[in-house]
């Protein structure tokens, strides 16, 4: 069973009754806006957007919210920016930093837009809002009457839970200075039921500088802001959410998770949503992670692959397992063939998990009529794109023995696109590929054995009527036989005199893209 089908399955049983009385599920996500979003949210923003959907495509009404956290504090400054301009804003609330770039409200909008961006992209947008906005409307409020009300259970909770202790005098919120804008340098030293009392100092948090203000304020209506495990559990009823996971790290014994739960059966007094854990997206490669220190971003990401590919790959992968992708290496060619396969499965008919995800894979609106047509493969077409001498879509009607729809010609045109995207920023040198115009210098260091295979291989293919890849590869095959050559000693020498490597494209199709008297020549060209 698709793992989505099993998480929605578990939603529609615990909330049956409101269902039947056709009342809305509410799904929710947040991500704090502190800089270019990692592409581990992904999963996060696939696990939320993938149950909103199966509810839907089950016909149940379904809201789904995502939030910009604009009102988190700056707790770090990311690494791309300057660490000079942006210290004098640490601990104040994103949203009244400036955006590092113009035309952008505030420091949350600018990162929390590009990220929606994204979301819209690859079919996983929902109804935006923003942090700030839901404490300023007051529907924060009744939690955070609640909280303050009820410190002392909240510090029972959390040594209960989470083995941690909070000192007695320690008020769960933190209310923005009146003077200097900071929320993680103030302190709460009492609650007398309508307001607090505060003070603004360096001693709160050691990365936020305070002012020395003492005050005293309404928590309420977007003065304060509760520490985050009481955030999510005060969002919990706020949105009133029936379903919310999280990142893997929250939900381990005694996390946020169990924390945010039992502060909203206890405190709250409401019951906290459904929810599973999302486990980590591993990105490796050092062009992915270094490239102008911007880590690996939920954006790269979706520069680097197609809509359709690129939720393949966050859907196929049960929710609670690791996915791990290195673009330098062969993911994306081996993620494209998968495509491929479950592709030709679901047009043929099968009705199972693989065709289930290919479904998926695609945005609700297109799931009525995906287009059959011909997928060749992405590594096939990331060696036409470096031949320049190739007409690709003369290739692909060759590969598929018919003339070309205009479907096909559009999946051409987009793996062609990704294929040069792929080889220009990340792909690994072996995938890089340059048929040589002139017999190429490594040629020299041939052993003799070698080139003689090479020109018997001259010949063979000179006699050939049939210059196709098939064809080829059995008569290569012959003639290694035939030298006593192994597979590695033999095709090395022929990729070495045509590309000046070691390395190449499956050897018979890839002789069959050139000319059969420029292959005949060239193999000749040793002896
Ligand atoms: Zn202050």
Redesign the pocket.
């Known amino acids: 069973m698709f793992w989505a089908e099993k998480v929605t399955d578990d939603v529609v049983r615990k909330y049956s009754d409101k269902i039947e009385k056709g009342e809305s599920l509410v799904v929710r996500d947040e991500k704090t806006a502190s800089g270019h979003v990692h592409v581990g949210s992904l999963r996060s923003a696939a696990l939320h957007a993938i149950v909103a959907d199966v509810l839907r495509m089950r016909g149940i009404k379904t809201d789904f919210f995502f939030e910009i956290n604009d009102f988190d504090p700056m707790d770090g400054i990311p690494k791309y920016l300057d660490e000079k301009e942006y210290e004098k804003y640490m601990g104040m609330p994103l949203n009244m930093i400036p955006s590092p770039v113009e035309g952008f409200d505030n420091f949350a909008e600018y990162y929390g837009q590009e990220y929606v961006e994204v979301l819209e992209k690859i079919g996983f947008g929902a109804e935006v809002y923003r942090a700030s906005e839901l404490y300023k409307s007051g529907k924060m409020n009744g939690s955070i009457r609640k909280v303050l009300d009820n410190r002392d259970v909240i510090r029972r909770i959390y040594m209960e839970v989470s083995k941690s202790e909070k000192a007695e005098d320690w008020y769960p919120i933190n209310v923005v200075?009146e003077?200097?804008?900071?929320l993680s340098?103030?302190k709460v030293t009492d609650w007398d039921g309508e307001t607090v009392a505060y003070t603004?100092s360096s001693n709160v948090q050691e990365w936020a500088e305070?002012?020395?203000?003492e005050g005293r304020i309404s928590p309420f209506d977007g003065n304060g802001k509760l520490p985050w495990k009481l955030d999510w559990a005060a969002k919990f009823v706020a949105m009133d959410v029936d379903f919310e996971g999280g990142g893997k790290d929250h939900y381990s014994k005694g996390g946020a998770r169990q924390v945010a739960e039992a502060i909203t059966r206890e405190v709250l007094e409401h019951e906290p949503p459904c929810g599973v854990f999302n486990e980590f997206f591993l990105v490796g490669g050092k062009k992915m992670s270094s490239s102008k220190g911007n880590a690996a971003t939920a954006k790269a990401m979706a520069e680097l692959l197609p809509v359709h590919v690129l939720r393949l790959l966050l859907l196929k992968t049960p929710i609670n397992r690791q996915i791990s992708f290195d673009p330098e290496g062969d993911a994306i060619p081996v993620l494209f063939d998968t495509f491929d396969r479950l592709a030709e499965k679901y047009w043929s008919g099968v009705e199972d998990d693989d065709t289930q995800v290919f479904l998926y894979s695609h945005l609700p609106s297109e799931r009525e009529n995906i287009p059959k047509r011909f997928l060749p493969r992405f590594s096939q077409i990331a060696f036409f794109v470096q031949m320049p001498h190739m007409d690709i879509e003369e290739e692909v009607r060759e590969m598929k023995g018919e003339d070309l729809t205009s479907e096909d010609k559009e999946e051409i045109a987009l793996r062609a696109k990704y294929a040069r995207m792929w080889l220009d920023n990340y792909a690994d040198e072996k995938f890089i590929f340059e048929l040589q115009k002139e017999l190429p210098k490594e040629t020299a260091d041939l052993p003799e054995e070698q080139k003689k295979a090479l020109s018997l291989l001259a010949d063979a293919v000179e006699g050939m009527d049939v210059f196709d890849g098939q064809t080829l590869h059995e008569k290569i095959h012959e003639v290694k036989e035939a030298t006593g050559l192994s597979p590695k000693e033999f095709f090395s020498a022929i990729y070495v005199v045509f590309l000046g490597k070691e390395s190449g494209p499956k050897v018979g199709w890839f002789l069959s893209t050139l000319e059969k008297e420029f292959v005949t020549e060239r193999l000749r060209l040793l002896t």
């Open positions: 200075c003077k200097c804008g900071k340098s103030t603004c305070g002012c020395g203000h």
